[in-house]
């Protein structure tokens, strides 16, 4: 089976726009599109839709991506992806917007499944760029790296240094700099705020923006949508 896979942004103030109101903002965008989604069986059918990995409340993202299960007829009659890029778009709200859409075949794992790392920018405060250099240096030249995280309101101890593939700093000035950090997303999703935490508890985030998700296939990275090849970062590399 064929379905239509969406790349999309989310910028602005439908940042602060949780996951399940995004997957309703998607189906009534759908509606207004007039786009034939397939519907789920059972007692109470729902759009088919598979979204990538859930984006936390308050960050803005590049590279948001669903899919879309449509019937194959959809395919073959007079199918347009610019003409379907700009229906989409003109029902969509502002601060969401396709950036392409593409046609995939389904696999066994769902796109949230599939993705194996992400990519960050976040603009962060509250620290020179020599002090964090101290800090990257010192991450990147550990072959373990610790730090405590929270769930169901209980404290664990993990080691993440292998979801650290690589962080830089890409922008400064004199209040404040960027940094783009790829980040694992198994065992489970390393934020890029858990980590600047341990790195440094005086830094503040100003801004977090997801720029791409990745899809991991042998040794290569790919973009899930147009599995574009991307060069892997090797976990001890800075990315430049």
């Not at 960050?59 to 347009?80: G, H, N, Q, T």
């Not at 003409?83 to 075949?105: F, I």
Request: net charge negative; proline share 5%.
């Amino acid at each position: 089976m064929k379905c239509l896979r969406v790349r999309y942004s989310k910028l602005g103030k439908i940042r602060f726009v949780g996951h399940r109101d995004v997957a309703r903002i998607w189906e009534r965008a759908l509606r207004k599109a007039e786009i034939p989604v397939l519907y789920s069986q059972g007692f109470s059918p729902h759009p088919r839709l598979s979204f990538g990995l859930a984006l936390p409340t308050g960050f803005e993202s590049e590279a948001e991506y669903v899919d879309i299960y449509l019937d194959d007829d959809f395919f073959d009659i007079d199918f347009k992806e610019t003409l379907v890029n700009q229906k989409l778009n003109d029902s969509l709200p502002d601060g969401m917007n396709t950036v392409a859409v593409g046609v995939v075949e389904t696999s066994e794992d769902s796109l949230q499944e599939a993705v194996d790392s992400c990519i960050w920018k976040v603009k962060v405060s509250g620290s020179s760029t020599e002090e964090f250099e101290v800090s990257r240096e010192k991450l990147m030249s550990s072959d373990t790296y610790e730090i405590q995280r929270e769930r169901k309101g209980k404290i664990f101890i993990e080691d993440i240094r292998s979801q650290v593939h690589s962080i830089a700093i890409e922008e400064k000035n004199a209040v404040d700099f960027n940094i783009i950090t790829e980040l694992g997303t198994k065992p489970r999703v390393l934020r890029p705020t858990d980590l600047l935490r341990a790195m440094n508890p005086e830094i503040k985030t100003k801004n977090i923006l997801r720029k791409e998700q990745l899809i991991l296939q042998g040794n290569t990275r790919f973009e899930p949508l147009s599995f574009q090849k991307l060069d892997p970062a090797a976990p001890a590399e800075v990315m430049a």
